[in-house]
């Protein structure tokens, strides 16, 4: 039987460069229950502008520096990394993405870790075949397999996973960090929040720029996020004759404020699985206008917390968001729509405890199983 008392639980992120990923899972590690859990930290190298907030809420942090799955130290660093948590009684292993998942649920089950949990946070658009294949492969050691929208479930399920193992928790937010809006009686600044990869379709909103600023000459485009595709997308700004409207602004550690500076919340991605920057604009109360993919549409009901286009559809994108500069009082609802629905529905609380059921039920599962006896910590 185990020991009474906080349950060692490791989470392995790739990276601590910001992100969404990032975001989400450095915030559940730092807010899991002193009293229930002992957090340990695993990645492949201790660098990125968010690793100090991870590790300074961690007991210990290990380093496999897995540059290539074909690299031939790769076994050695497998072998590492079960050593390392049998060193600290891992009871769960919680890996958060593509990579971390190739890496750390086949060691974990090498060094018999009882609980393993894998994610899901992409629909995979731009992924190769073989990282698709490596990945589920990678999934058979995984006891559970948690997505954080219905669309990245139904991609699990369409690669074979078994429903059994997925389960859907969607990602939560601070929303202390949202207060109550003030009246936008005109709308003329229009923000992305994500980063500048192709997927993420900025060229889209590019192009609509144009229609937007004959009928709204005073209308401007704020851009935050960095990414490979910054010199393509200023250079597409400057062949249609948009760039004197558009400000990219790079990384911001102040996206809030920047929300709250807006007037139309823009997301005109081709691919996503549940975006953070969508729940963020609710939260803020802003009108968002966005593509109909992956797990937008989970978070927007168009005509009633926001507007769904056409991924790609530069003309849609164009009267959407004329309609909403023409008719501030529609934006207003749609707007105030979207933040009731962030409040009620999108806490970390609520994703914390959600994780935290997840953990505690899969353990009891397999102490049953392995004759570990059952009774866990519950102070608390």
Not at 163 to 176: A, E, M, Y
Not at 229 to 254: I, K, N, P, T, Y
Request: with cysteine.
């Amino acid at each position: 039987m185990r020991a009474v008392g906080p349950v060692p639980i490791a989470f392995f992120l790739s990276r601590f460069e910001p992100g969404g990923t990032e975001r989400q899972m450095i915030e559940l590690l730092r807010r899991l229950d002193r009293r229930r859990w002992l957090v340990h930290l695993a990645c492949f190298e201790k660098t990125g502008a968010w690793f100090d907030r991870a590790a300074e809420a961690a007991a210990s942090v290990g380093a496999f520096p897995v540059t290539s799955f074909r690299n031939i130290h790769l076994a050695s660093h497998l072998v590492r990394f079960s050593r390392w948590c049998r060193e600290r009684d891992i009871a769960v292993v919680h890996t958060t993405e593509m990579p971390s998942n190739i890496f750390g649920l086949p060691g974990a089950a090498l060094a018999r870790v009882p609980v393993r949990i894998g994610s899901r946070r992409e629909v995979n658009a731009s992924r190769t075949k073989l990282d698709l294949a490596t990945q589920r492969a990678a999934y058979c050691f995984a006891h559970t397999v948690v997505a954080n929208s219905r669309a990245a479930a139904d991609r699990l399920r369409l690669e074979r996973v078994p429903s059994r193992k997925v389960t859907v928790i969607p990602n939560g937010l601070d929303l202390d960090l949202f207060k109550e809006p003030a009246p936008r009686p005109v709308l003329r600044k229009v923000v992305v929040v994500a980063n500048l990869r192709a997927e993420k379709g900025h060229e889209v909103l590019i192009d609509a720029a144009g229609d937007v600023l004959r009928r709204f000459p005073d209308a401007r485009f704020e851009i935050v996020g960095t990414g490979p595709e910054l010199e393509r997308l200023v250079a597409r700004s400057q062949a249609r004759d948009v760039a004197h409207a558009f400000e990219f602004l790079g990384h911001r550690e102040d996206v809030t404020a920047r929300l709250t500076a807006a007037d139309i919340f823009v997301l005109p991605s081709r691919s996503e699985a549940f975006p953070n920057s969508v729940l963020e604009a609710m939260a803020a109360g802003l009108p968002i206008v966005a593509s109909g993919v992956g797990g937008i549409p989970e978070l927007v009901d168009s005509g009633r917390t926001g507007l769904l286009v056409r991924p790609g559809d530069s003309k849609e994108l164009a009267d959407h968001l004329c309609d909403l500069m023409a008719d501030p009082a529609r934006a207003a609802r749609l707007g105030a729509a979207a933040r009731s629905e962030a409040r009620s529905r999108y806490s970390f609380d609520r994703m914390v405890a959600a994780f935290e059921g997840l953990y505690l039920t899969r353990l009891e599962s397999q102490w049953k199983r392995l004759r570990y006896g059952t009774q866990l910590v519950s102070n608390g």
